[in-house]
């Protein structure tokens, strides 16, 4: 499994599109602390538009978590790069004739792909943390409680994000498009909002990806409130890898 992280993350080191995918999200960051702007995308998130209140750099970089869920569109390339283009050109056999076992191709697939969310998440806190400092200053700034959250945050925002992917890996090697796969990572927050007006179910705001994150960095679940969140999050991850895993296994080579 370390050597096709390894393979991987050398490929994307040779990408060009994973540095443009960085530089929109560094921009986005800079963008974002420039015009102060609050955006949002899931189910629905509590709390104030911000407003009425003064802005500085705590509350930049606690705000700045609701316009995060858009990174998500940013992170579709990185999907297609490092797992669409194989299925699409079908390269991934190379792979799995060389005697790698379909399970640990697609674990090694899904934890690169998790650090990678990870570390781009961070790249934007960071965008908009220096950026930040540009603007308000460092007065009564507690640097270290700020990076804290950063940390916190990108590990929840990477995690959710790549549940997402892990769905959208499984539809990627069902249809072997990458286009529908793309397209369902697009409209995933539609469907839900859809299945929650329809059927009233108010246990769908567990499969909220987007939201969740967001609810997370505004302090507004506490622990135990956060934990059908992540149960749920684990449990497609699971099967969405298994799935992955059989469909391949099934498929002729």
Request: with cysteine; aromatic share 14%.
């Amino acid at each position: 499994m370390i050597r096709l992280m390894k393979a991987d993350f050398y490929r994307l080191s040779r990408t060009i599109g994973v540095y443009i995918t960085l530089l929109v999200v560094v921009g986005f960051g800079i963008l974002n602390t420039i015009f102060e702007a609050v955006a949002s995308v899931g189910i629905e998130v509590d709390g104030g538009s911000g407003l009425d209140l003064v802005w500085n750099l705590p509350y930049l970089m606690q705000n700045t978590v609701t316009s995060t869920p858009l990174l998500n569109y940013c992170f579709i390339s990185i999907f297609v790069i490092l797992i669409g283009y194989e299925f699409s050109l079908k390269t991934y056999k190379n792979s799995l004739t060389s005697g790698t076992s379909r399970m640990t191709f697609v674990l090694a697939k899904y934890v690169t792909e998790l650090l990678v969310l990870i570390l781009a998440t961070f790249i934007f806190f960071m965008a908009v943390l220096m950026a930040g400092i540009v603007k308000y200053g460092l007065a009564d700034v507690n640097l270290f409680s700020i990076f804290s959250d950063m940390f916190l945050f990108s590990l929840v925002m990477g995690l959710m994000v790549s549940v997402l992917f892990s769905l959208a890996t499984l539809i990627l090697i069902l249809t072997q498009s990458s286009v529908i796969a793309a397209v369902f990572i697009v409209i995933y927050p539609l469907i839900l909002q859809i299945i929650g007006l329809v059927s009233k179910w108010e246990n769908i705001k567990y499969f909220d990806l987007f939201g969740f994150p967001q609810m997370i960095g505004l302090n507004q679940l506490t622990l135990s409130e956060s934990l059908p969140y992540l149960l749920v999050g684990l449990i497609i991850i699971l099967l969405s890898l298994v799935g992955s895993a059989f469909v391949i296994k099934h498929k002729e080579l």
